[in-house]
């Protein structure tokens, strides 16, 4: 167990109390900036982007993809899991016509946007293009708007009218005029709608639409939510279920409700009351079922929404928050010790705790009074004994490792004795235990610094003693576990060990990372062999190495309930798959510390934990499957909604995609892999997947992901690419290479003119320099010469007149020197300088993205990588007026690729053939020395990009 690992350490540590209560003010400062957070949008830590406002938010929908959708003064915003995209008139890349939406709905793929100020408009969510309703109204504004049978029905605002557009006429009907109405939705069969406090509604079932008034709802509506024939009403005190058949159920409301949602399953409904509370009902009787949302802060929210994967999410003045169900709950368990570390078992049906320093206490997690101190056992152990290391329970008694031994306790009779341990020569009995472990009636005992201790429960004595001193790599053991086949493995400070019990020999295992082995476990034939930090080792029987995954999770000691690992980490539980090491994250054990391997204990989990017990049931839910979709296409600078047949000219161009799993629970980060035509499976770094450099033919790629659990999903996305064959192999060219041939003569005539025209004006401009120059030097050269002849006159005023001029020109000439080369420097550390020198100098900005070892490159390559970066930058700075600027090395299909953007045209005349300055010619000079190729892009909106791509020389 990890945290017994570090008992030794921790008696060393004198200023303990001062430590701890700096860690607590820094997890106080920590969660205070969540809350913030939190308040602003979500829980969710691990957004990219937030709301610009969501204090604006009025509508919340899901569409038939799963996508969230969100409306209100600033737009409309698409949110997958981890981007947000706006959508509105003040933005170039995903423009609408108009900003301030009021109402939001769903039409198949579409949604219906009610606007303040240009009417009705239907937004394509495949494209993000929109269409105007060409209803006939006498204003722009609009409330509400819902589509139901052929027909849009919509709320009108100054003067507030019912309008009916029918889609097949085109005609618009004013069903109802200046009506004071806050609600308007529709059912199967039904359109509902209410004037002040009376409630409406049109029969759709009937050609002529006929509007009928519900006397037995004669109060003000607050809020409505409808599920096929059934519509769901709350007023202040009362709640409604309304059947499209007439029946009617009225309930009595203790705390008005605010918002309604029907829950993503169509079966149940949720509501939100002025107090808080999160409440589930029966969508058919009312019925109110259990559920364990938390409270939230008293507000009035305004919108509702039961998303696919179980998450609801609340709509306030204030923002937005989300909320998911808590199935976890701890039972506090916090006793005043140096350390709070607590060890569990289950003996004789009762769940016991062994603390650091305050003995053996029980807990019923069932009762109120839930932690109860064992006087039997505390009264009888020692000062060092009260610190507990382990507890373990093997038929009548419960045995206890502590920092002053070996103890055993009897419930039946009460009594508690210390275990005497000598053997050989040796006392074992003071010693520091960490773990305990039985198996066959032998009861194996890790110290702290003495090694193993064997001891047989039937003969009552030690029978063996494995230490240093017999080979084990370390004296401190931290777990233990028997096998079958006579041997023992041992995790200890140094690795992992195997004890041979009748060879009495050790062997060690070749230790594959410096972490520290913290907990072993047998599973499915293997040994599951947990890390503080790099994951598990899985090894079989005879120690040889199968499989390491969860690299970097730091993991606590492990247990096996039924058919998993329950495997404790920071942060979280994980439950493990022996067979297939499938990896998932319990939700809501994010915050937990915890201290001690699971244990079952009637039909939950048990986890002790720095604060208590926490308690989680074992039966699991079946996992979530979100759909995953390449959410954002981006072709060389243009973007697209979701995915599409991608058809491009050339392998150079640069394809993005953003990928979303549509899961948008808490949990752990999102993992995604893909393959090209069925082949290999790679592993994606982030939500992006760029591809560039294909060679012509048709791809076709699949995509993975995960759940916020760790967990694969059965969906995938899919998509496709086509990069085109080179232009000389179609029919129609062939017929023209005579044509061509002539055409080539002539051109490589004009290439050596432009040629000529670009060397001439090279030499044009370094005859400038050298002129400057020239004229410099005899200028101070003849200031020089008559300060001498002053000196010697002794006309000292006139000759430092004469010398200080010569200072100011060489001054103006001897810039401080530029870094324009490597010299000698690392990429990562040469081009940060340059970014310091350009914000210095031209106040400009460098962004730098390096995705390549650079140490598998020769330093030549990196010398001229560097080159053209300074030249293409300082010429971009005083000739195109750029101010920021990207810098992005990658490497892909053995060749590197350079990309330089910008936030202004400064790089599309570096295609010219005549206006050659010496930066595009050092730029020309170094990729024809590489044998690579330079492409300009105009990018979309103000921008440019150059692109140099280069094959690798790799460093020998």
């Not at 769940?351 to 039997?376: M, R």
Request: charged share 20%.
């Amino acid at each position: 167990m990890p945290l017994r690992a570090l008992f030794n350490d921790l008696i060393q540590l004198n200023n303990f109390h001062c430590t701890n209560i700096i860690k607590q003010l820094n997890s106080l400062l920590f969660f205070l900036f969540l809350f913030t957070v939190f308040i602003s949008f979500s829980p969710f830590a691990k957004q990219t982007e937030s709301f610009e406002n969501t204090a604006n938010i009025y509508s919340i929908v899901q569409d038939k993809k799963d996508f969230i959708w969100l409306s209100g003064q600033n737009g409309l915003y698409r949110f997958d899991g981890s981007q947000i995209i706006n959508f509105s008139n003040n933005k170039k890349d995903w423009p609408i016509p108009f900003n301030w939406i009021n109402g939001l709905s769903i039409k198949d793929e579409q949604l219906i946007l009610a606007t303040e100020t240009k009417g009705l408009w239907l937004f394509n969510t495949n494209t993000g293009t929109t269409n105007p309703i060409k209803l006939q109204s006498k204003t722009n504004t609009f409330y509400r708007a819902i589509h139901h049978k052929n027909s849009f029905y919509a709320i009108s605002m100054a003067p507030q009218h019912l309008y009916r557009y029918e889609v097949a006429t085109g005609e618009t009907t004013i069903l109802m005029e200046n009506i004071d109405n806050n609600i308007l939705f529709s059912s199967e069969n039904r359109v509902y709608l209410n004037d002040k406090e009376k409630l409406y509604y049109i029969d759709s079932t009937n050609n002529a639409p006929k509007i009928h008034y519900i006397k037995e709802i004669n109060e003000h509506i607050v809020a409505v939510a409808s599920s096929k024939n059934t519509a769901i009403i709350t007023s202040k005190n009362h709640l409604f279920k309304l059947s499209d058949a007439g029946t009617l159920i009225r309930e009595k409301t203790f705390f008005p409700i605010s918002a309604i949602a029907i829950s993503n399953n169509n079966k149940n409904f949720f509501t939100v009351d002025l107090s808080g509370k999160i409440t589930k009902r029966e969508l058919t009787t009312l019925k109110e079922h259990h559920n364990t949302f938390p409270i939230v802060e008293k507000s009035r929210y305004q919108t509702l929404l039961h998303d696919s994967s179980g998450v609801l999410w609340l709509v306030s003045n204030r923002g937005v928050q989300l909320l998911t169900e808590n199935t976890v709950k701890n039972h506090s368990a916090i006793f005043d010790t140096t350390y709070s570390s607590l060890e569990t078992e289950v003996y004789k049906n009762q769940l016991y705790i062994g603390s650091y320093g305050k003995g053996v206490h029980t807990l019923s997690p069932f009762k109120q009074k839930q932690v109860n101190a064992v006087k039997a056992i505390n009264d009888k152990l020692s000062n060092k004994a009260l610190r507990i290391t382990d507890l373990l329970s093997i038929n009548r008694h419960l045995f206890i490792a502590t920092f002053d031994g070996l103890w055993r306790y009897n419930k039946t009779n009460k009594q508690t004795e210390k275990i005497h341990l000598p053997f050989e020569d040796s006392d074992l009995s003071d010693l520091i235990l960490l773990n305990l472990r039985h198996k066959n009636n032998l009861l194996y005992i890790a110290t702290d610094g003495q090694g193993l201790i064997t001891y047989d429960l039937n003969k009552s004595k030690v029978t063996q003693h494995i230490s240093e001193s017999v080979g084990l790599s370390s004296g401190e053991v931290i777990d233990v576990l028997p096998l079958n086949n006579n041997e023992t493995w041992l995790a200890t400070a140094s690795g992992i060990d195997l004890v041979n019990s009748q060879a009495k020999n050790v062997k060690k295992i070749t230790n594959q990372t410096s972490a520290k082995f913290i907990s072993l476990l047998q599973a499915d034939g293997k040994v599951f062999a947990a890390t503080k930090g790099d994951g598990i080792f899985v090894y079989n029987e005879q120690g040889q190495l199968l499989s390491h995954f969860a690299k970097g999770i730091n993991f606590n000691s492990m247990s096996l309930i039924g058919e998993h690992i329950f495997a404790p980490a920071k942060p979280a539980l994980y439950k493990i798959s022996p067979e297939n090491y499938q990896i998932s994250m319990i939700t809501n054990t994010e915050k937990y510390s915890f201290t001690d391997a699971p244990i079952s204990y009637s039909d939950s989990i048990l986890i002790a934990n720095s604060t208590g017990v926490l308690q989680l049931p074992k039966a699991t839910k079946v996992p979530f499957h979100p759909k995953v979709y390449i959410s954002k296409t981006t072709i060389s600078g243009k973007s697209y909604l979701l995915n599409k047949t991608i058809n491009i000219d050339s392998g150079n161009d640069v394809i993005t995609l953003d990928l979303a799993s549509l899961d948008y629970r808490p949990g752990a980060t999102k993992q995604y892999r893909y393959t090209l035509n069925g082949n290999t499976w790679h592993q994606i770094n982030g939500n992006q997947l760029t591809l560039t450099g294909l060679a012509s033919g048709h791809y076709y790629i699949e995509i993975m992901a995960t759940n916020s659990l760790g967990q694969w999903s059965d969906y995938k996305a899919y998509t496709e690419i086509s990069v085109a064959f080179p232009w000389y192999w179609t029919p129609q060219i062939r017929l023209v290479y005579a044509i061509v041939f002539f055409g080539i003569v002539c051109l490589s005539a004009w290439l050596l003119y432009l040629r000529s025209k670009s060397i001439h004006h090279i030499h044009s401009l370094l005859q400038n320099d050298i002129s400057n120059y020239s004229k410099t030097s005899m200028l101070i050269k003849r200031n020089l010469t008559i300060a001498l002849a002053l000196l010697t006159e002794n006309k000292i005023n006139k000759s430092k007149y004469l010398l200080q001029q010569c200072v100011d020109e060489l001054s103006e000439q001897q810039k401080s020197p530029e870094p324009n080369s490597l010299n000698g420097n690392s990429l990562t550390i040469a081009i940060p300088f340059l970014a310091e020198y350009l914000q210095s100098k031209y106040q400009t900005t460098l962004f730098f993205q390096f995705d390549v070892n650079e140490s598998e490159l020769e330093y030549e390559l990196r010398a001229d990588l560097y080159k053209v970066i300074f030249e293409a930058i300082t010429s971009a700075i005083i000739k195109g007026g750029g101010r920021n600027f990207k810098v992005v090395i990658q490497k892909f299909k053995s060749k590197i690729w350079l990309n330089i953007s910008d936030d202004h045209q400064s790089f599309i005349n570096f295609n010219s053939k005549i206006n050659v300055d010496l930066s595009m010619y050092y730029i020309r000079q170094i990729a024809n020395k590489h044998k690579g190729s330079i492409n300009t892009f105009n990018e979309q909106g103000n921008g440019s990009q150059l692109v140099l791509s280069l094959p690798v020389m790799h460093n020998n």
